[in-house]
């Protein structure tokens, strides 16, 4: 969810600098371009605390997912019953 939050206040940050660069009078294809360098600039210094709120969530996430998939067998129920029938087969042969 802080991923969200921080996408969403991103994305205003570019709105509001589009907003202002067009009543400034800054037309054509510079305005994106100027918008998102100054939304970028912005960003940076005001909005540390839910950059750092979602490198955490996204690092908690990582870890999670890295112990669900340590936990889960590497072989599944199949491969390990045709591992069993073939061993079997060479045993009576």
Not at 50 to 68: F, L, Y
């Amino acid at each position: 969810m802080p991923l969200v939050i921080y996408s969403l206040l991103r994305i205003a940050l570019v709105a509001a600098a589009l907003g202002v660069l067009y009543l400034v009078g800054l037309r054509g294809w510079l305005l994106p371009v100027v918008a998102v360098v100054v939304a970028l600039a912005v960003s940076y210094l005001t909005l540390g605390r839910p950059r750092d709120a979602a490198t955490r969530w996204m690092a908690d996430r990582a870890e999670r997912r890295a112990a669900q998939r340590a936990a889960t067998p590497k072989v599944d129920a199949d491969a390990a019953h045709e591992d069993a029938q073939v061993d079997e087969k060479l045993r009576t042969d």
